[in-house]
């Protein structure tokens, strides 16, 4: 039935095969060795091209004209704990989050959770509502100020899930 060896595994892909294009003179072709074994083969893949409906401006690498909820939120927290003066090590130990993940959330790395973004708050001495209004006023601030100013200001609530 099977033309596989009994100790074998049988490697199925989980995407179909691109059918083969020609290859074009900026890429140098890839080198063939025949000692390699056909896992290592997969390692060697090329990054996952961006979505097709991803905007312009993240395309060409630039940011956005509109700030990111995960910066604004970032930077209001790292602004409360210096205003404090305290470490990155003393919020993460009061609010049970790792150092690391902090600071990446500080630098607007991570999307944090709501638990994370509270526990941040709480560690803090804020409330959550609180984080989430004061990140709510640098944006409006932001983007009264930014090259977008001539957009209609929003005077409404701003969410977070």
Same mark, same amino acid.
């Given at each position: 039935m099977s033309n596989q060896r009994p100790n074998e595994a049988r490697v199925i892909p989980l995407r179909p095969s691109r059918p083969s294009r020609p290859s074009s003179p900026s890429r140098p072709p890839h080198s063939s060795n025949s000692s390699r074994s056909s896992h290592s083969a997969h390692s060697s893949r090329q990054p996952?091209?961006?979505?097709?409906?991803?905007?312009?401006?993240?395309r060409k690498g630039e940011r956005p004209q509109e700030p990111l909820w995960r910066d604004l939120v970032g930077d209001v927290l790292r602004r409360?704990?210096?205003?404090?003066?305290?470490?990155?090590?003393?919020v993460a130990d009061a609010a049970r989050i790792s150092m690391p993940y902090l600071?990446?959330?500080?630098?607007?790395?991570?999307?944090?959770?709501?638990?994370?973004l509270a526990a941040a708050a709480r560690a803090l001495g804020l409330g959550l509502g =609180?984080? $989430?209004? !004061? *990140?709510?006023?640098?944006?409006?601030?932001?983007?009264?100020?930014?090259?977008?100013?001539?957009?209609?200001?929003? =005077?409404? $609530?701003? !969410? *977070?899930?």
């Amino acid at each position: 039935m099977s033309n596989q060896r009994p100790n074998e595994a049988r490697v199925i892909p989980l995407r179909p095969s691109r059918p083969s294009r020609p290859s074009s003179p900026s890429r140098p072709p890839h080198s063939s060795n025949s000692s390699r074994s056909s896992h290592s083969a997969h390692s060697s893949r090329q990054p996952a091209p961006r979505p097709v409906d991803a905007p312009d401006a993240a395309r060409k690498g630039e940011r956005p004209q509109e700030p990111l909820w995960r910066d604004l939120v970032g930077d209001v927290l790292r602004r409360e704990r210096l205003a404090q003066e305290r470490t990155l090590k003393d919020v993460a130990d009061a609010a049970r989050i790792s150092m690391p993940y902090l600071s990446e959330v500080e630098r607007g790395r991570k999307e944090a959770s709501s638990e994370v973004l509270a526990a941040a708050a709480r560690a803090l001495g804020l409330g959550l509502g =609180d984080l $989430l209004s !004061l *990140a709510q006023g640098e944006l409006t601030r932001q983007r009264h100020s930014g090259p977008s100013a001539s957009m209609t200001p929003y =005077d409404g $609530l701003c !969410l *977070a899930a």
